[in-house]
């Protein structure tokens, strides 16, 4: 009887002590989500510098990532939130984005219901935030469907470091918000960015619009973009453009456009060479991308997806202006094994054609390939396991 009591007496010990350690996190109602996707399958490319190469690659229709976000109630409608994300390659189980342990995000803020969120640190732009889900790279498709050396960032080749972000609430399906990064340099102004953005939801409608600028991206190593980060390292970089998407039904069909243009480009970060021709300076490399793209939803678990990009590309240099165009064609199937798990299959190609720069340019190149083709074609064609945590 004695063994009894005191074995209940500690039983009620124990739940009282564990009942005080969890009442604090009750009223302040903190929330914590682990999360992650790991996308790894076998790719073949048919011309990656001088041959055929196939390669077990990660991170396509999504990148690989696992990450920590929460928020913590601090009363009247506010919140303190937080997100950590991690990229990583499956392969290796190397770091990605320069290597950086939360490279693809990193930031902690304020969220008000009724004013919108303030936040700090490593985060997306406003192209990425509002513009991209107008297309299939930044919707549904990823990697193999980014415009030409994804010139106008909608499929996240960078994050803006140093960053303060504002995002409106939704006001009646209308959203907007914008990031200023700064250089962190005694030179305000060298590599800092700015954007702003804004997309507006109603029904099966969806209309966006987005605008960047970032001064000498890829300059150093403390800047808004830095050396290991950029996807051209040039003077300036300004990008803006729009798009549409409507779903009827099992259909989904879209059209955006944008305009990229690098002031004094010098480099660019996908094939590690000069864009330049041997000799020549470079004072102007603008792209205007026009894409339509579609996916049909079968059944829940099955749809097909479609992506066709007609670039201009205008090359100013000192040896003269050219203008080449740039065909890209994208299609896609993806089955989906359970809720977390799907394999899909990709294929893409792209063309160069019209007046020739003299430079690597004249090479296609599909981002997420090894290296340009030795031609001006290149084919791409991936299958995936993709699951998601």
């Known amino acids: 009887m004695i063994k009894k009591t005191l074995s209940a007496t500690a039983t009620l010990s124990a739940l009282a002590a564990l009942a005080s350690l969890a009442a604090p996190c009750a009223f302040a109602q903190s929330s914590v989500t682990l999360y992650g996707v790991l996308d790894e399958g076998l790719d073949y490319t048919n011309n990656a510098g001088h041959g055929a190469v196939w390669e077990m690659a990660s991170g396509y229709a999504q990148g690989s990532r696992w990450g920590l976000k929460g928020s913590e109630d601090l009363g009247g409608g506010m919140k303190a939130v937080f997100q950590l994300e991690n990229g990583f390659d499956v392969n290796s189980g190397r770091l990605g984005q320069g290597g950086r342990m939360f490279g693809r995000q990193a930031y902690v803020g304020l969220s008000d219901s009724r004013f919108g969120t303030l936040t700090f640190g490593r985060q997306y732009d406003s192209v990425v ?182 670039t201009i590309e205008n090359y100013d240099a000192s040896s003269g202006s050219v203008k080449p165009k740039i065909h890209s064609v994208g299609l896609m199937a993806d089955y989906n094994l359970s809720k977390r798990t799907d394999v899909y299959v990709q294929g893409e190609y792209q063309k160069v054609t019209g007046d020739s720069t003299h430079s690597i340019l004249d090479n296609a190149f599909i981002p997420g390939v090894q290296a340009p083709s030795s031609t001006s074609t290149q084919v791409a064609v991936r299958v995936a396991l993709r699951h998601k945590f």
Do not use: C
Request: net charge neutral.
């Open 129 to 310: 935030d509002y513009l991209a889900q107008t297309t299939a790279n930044g919707n549904w498709a990823g990697y193999l469907f980014a415009h030409p050396y994804d010139n106008d960032n909608t499929d996240n080749s960078f994050r803006l470091g140093n960053s303060v972000k504002y995002t409106s609430p939704d006001i009646a399906g209308l959203q907007f918000g914008g990031v200023y990064s700064f250089s962190n340099d005694t030179n305000f102004a060298n590599n800092r960015a700015y954007s702003f953005g804004a997309q507006y939801a109603t029904g099966g409608l969806l209309i966006a619009a987005a605008y960047l600028q970032a001064n000498n991206p890829g300059m150093g190593a403390t800047g808004a973009i830095t050396a290991n980060d950029a996807s051209f390292i040039a003077a300036r970089m300004r990008v803006f453009g729009g798009g549409i998407g409507y779903t009827f039904g099992p259909a989904t069909v879209g059209f955006a456009y944008t305009n990229s243009t690098y002031k004094s480009p010098t480099g660019n970060g996908y094939i590690g060479v000069p864009v330049a021709a041997p000799g020549v300076e470079l004072n102007t490399l603008k792209y205007q991308n026009f894409e339509v793209n579609g996916k049909y939803q079968f059944t829940p678990a099955f749809f097909v997806g479609a992506q066709y990009v007609y």
